[in-house]
């Protein structure tokens, strides 16, 4: 392993039954970096993180943290912080005996304790409600206090397993900010759970795009957004048209396509080996669709629309190309099209990505 290569993942597997809800997880992350898994319920995400965490022991592969062998390690051995999606506080103590917890657990003399609850507690600016009880306190209040619990002990590795799928979206964007600030000016190496895409979208340094127990695309979130390497990924990340189309002809690195009578480039890297005719799955973002008055393009109707305040999204029939979506600016997209208006669709521009049909 690499000296900055905080956690690494070798063919991790791990089995319930005749199930396997992990299949051979290859995995390497680097010292301070905001790693996210993401996908639907039940693609292995959080059965991913309690193995890192050792809550459950892989049927086959190995897991090592900062360099050290872990595989076979009970939970306190492996120097991690974690917070839990129902935070997991205990309601008989006060906040600084939630947050010292663990250092209690580890022997830390109590001096050492007390001051480092009250740095803890001071990163999630909460120091004014050390004396509360967990009842006392909001949601958000006590999420920060099961950050400052997982950070005190000052971990190799801070795991978080959708710890703020029970806010609301307010305080839910006000977390996010927050976790992310403490996370840089903290640099913990943090692997962060959801199936929230703009949660993980907008925190992570890479996200792990996860479906049936399998990583299927593990990069930066403008890669995994602009170039899918997987049709799941390219369907489940944000939103997407999606052409029937044929391969024309190959260029190195590009390929020439055609879908609802339109020429378009695309990578050829995400097209395995299929020859020139093969059926292909064309996906093209919102954004990279415009309204035109002539030229190539698809002709249709708006057929519904809903106004996001700074946008539009527009969804427009086109016969036998199906439906596209289009995403324009709010105000003057409302004002010009509604519903059943004529729109002709242009593609000029446009970044599309392939796969075999």
Request: proline residues 6%; glycine residues 10%.
């Amino acid at each position: 392993m690499a000296a900055t290569d905080a956690l690494r993942l070798e063919g991790v597997t791990r089995r319930f039954g005749a199930v396997t809800a992990l299949h051979e997880a290859w995995l390497k992350v680097q010292d301070g970096e905001f790693v996210t898994l993401l996908g639907p319920s039940g693609c292995g995400k959080t059965t991913l993180l309690n193995l890192i965490a050792g809550f459950l022991e892989a049927d086959a592969g190995e897991i090592f943290i900062g360099g050290k062998l872990v595989t076979t390690l009970p939970v306190w051995e492996r120097d991690l912080g974690m917070v839990f999606q129902s935070y997991a506080l205990f309601p008989h103590m006060d906040v600084a005996r939630n947050v010292g917890y663990g250092l209690r657990a580890r022997g830390i003399p109590r001096t050492e304790e007390a001051a480092r609850v009250t740095e803890a507690l001071g990163l999630v600016r909460l120091s004014a409600m050390a004396a509360r009880r967990p009842k006392q306190l909001s949601g958000g209040q006590q999420q920060r206090v099961a950050l400052a619990r997982a950070l005190v002990i000052r971990p190799r590795l801070l795991l978080l397993d959708e710890p703020f799928s029970a806010l609301d979206r307010n305080l839910r964007t006000e977390m996010q900010l927050e976790l992310k600030e403490i996370q840089r000016r903290l640099g913990v190496t943090t692997i962060f759970v959801t199936h929230d895409q703009g949660e993980a979208m907008s925190m992570s340094d890479r996200v792990a795009v996860m479906s049936e127990g399998r990583i299927l695309q593990l990069d930066t979130p403008e890669v995994i957004y602009g170039r899918p390497a997987h049709p799941f990924v390219a369907g489940f990340i944000g939103d997407a048209t999606v052409l029937p189309g044929r391969l024309v002809a190959r260029d190195g690195a590009q390929a020439q396509v055609e879908a609802a009578g339109l020429a378009f480039t695309v990578p050829a890297e995400t097209l395995g080996d299929a020859p020139p005719g093969a059926a292909l799955s064309v996906y093209l973002r919102p954004e990279d669709l415009h309204p035109i008055e002539d030229g190539p393009g698809l002709d249709g109707t708006v057929i519904s629309r809903a106004y996001l305040g700074d946008r539009a999204e527009l969804v427009v029939e086109c016969g036998a190309a199906g439906r596209l979506m289009l995403r324009l600016p709010g105000q003057a997209a409302m004002a010009r099209w509604p519903v059943g208006a004529p729109l002709r669709v242009g593609f000029a521009g446009a970044r599309p990505v392939a796969f075999p049909a």
